[in-house]
Antibody
C-alpha cells in the first residue's frame, strides 16, 4: 500500500518561502506511471491543484501560482518537495501531497495533509 | 479554464435514501478524465470514481458514476451513515491541468 507523508513548518511568516516535503513509502517516485502533485485546501474551502513533478524532473504548475512555485523530486530519498515563495495570509491552507495516475487523470493516494499558517 | 460547478451546495438526507450529485463543466470535458472524491472532516479526499464511471479499488458498489460532455453525476444508491461527507468532482486536461468543483455537502436530515 502506497503511503505519502507531508512534513515541514506549520507556521511561515508573510513574504517568506513555504517549504514542504512529501515522503513516499510502499511505492517509488521513479515509477513512470505516476505524477506527484501538491494540492491545497484553505480552511473551510475547496481543493486547488498547485502542480506536479514527474520522476524525470519535468513539472507542470497551476498558472495562478506558477510565478511562485517550485516542485522538485529526489529519487534517491523517494521524496518530492514544494516551495512557494512570497507567501501571504491567502496561502494559509492544508497542503496535501498526492499521487496522480499517468493514465487516469486522477489522484489515487493522498497524504494526510499538513496545515500551514502564514502569520507574523 | 474548465470550471466545474457542483449542485446542490448542501443536501440533507436520511440513511437509506438514494441521492444523485451533479457536476457540470463549463466546456466539454473528457469523460476519461472525470473523477469523484469523498472527504470527511479532518481527512484527505478519497478517490471514489475515475473515468466518469469506474469505481476505485475498495469502493462499495452503491457508488456509481455516469455522464459525458458537460454533465456528470455521482449516485449513491442507498445512503449509509458513513456516506455523509463532502463530495468533489475533478477534471484533468484543461488549464490548469486539474480543477475541482466547489463540493457538495451531504448532511444527515
Amino acid at each position: 500500500q502506497v503511503q505519502l507523508q507531508e512534513s515541514g513548518p506549520g507556521l511561515v511568516k508573510p513574504s517568506e518561502t513555504l517549504s514542504l516535503t512529501c515522503t513516499v513509502s510502499g511505492g517509488s517516485v521513479s515509477s513512470g506511471s505516476y505524477y506527484w502533485s501538491w494540492i491545497r485546501q484553505p480552511p473551510g474551502k475547496g481543493l486547488e491543484w498547485i502542480g506536479y513533478v514527474y520522476y524525470t524532473g519535468s513539472t507542470n504548475y497551476n498558472p495562478s501560482l506558477k510565478s511562485r512555485v517550485t516542485i522538485s523530486v529526489d529519487t534517491s530519498k523517494n521524496q518530492f518537495s514544494l516551495k512557494l515563495s512570497s507567501v501571504t495570509a491567502a496561502d494559509t491552507a492544508v497542503y496535501y501531497c498526492a499521487r496522480g495516475s499517468y493514465f487516469g487523470g486522477c489522484f489515487d493516494f493522498w497524504g494526510q495533509g499538513t496545515l500551514v499558517t502564514v502569520s507574523s | 479554464e474548465i470550471v466545474l460547478t457542483q449542485s446542490p451546495g448542501t443536501l440533507s438526507l436520511s440513511p437509506g435514501e438514494r441521492v444523485s450529485l451533479s457536476c457540470r463543466a463549463s466546456q466539454s470535458a473528457s469523460s476519461s478524465y472525470l473523477a469523484w472524491y469523498q472527504q470527511k472532516p479532518g481527512q484527505a479526499p478519497r478517490l471514489l470514481i475515475y473515468g466518469a464511471s469506474s469505481r476505485a479499488t475498495g469502493i462499495p458498489d452503491r457508488f456509481s458514476g455516469s455522464g459525458s460532455g458537460t454533465d456528470f453525476t455521482l449516485t449513491i444508491s442507498r445512503l449509509e451513515p458513513e456516506d455523509f461527507a463532502v463530495y468533489y468532482c475533478q477534471q484533468y486536461g484543461g488549464s490548469p491541468l486539474y480543477t475541482f468543483g466547489q463540493g457538495t455537502k451531504l448532511e444527515i436530515k
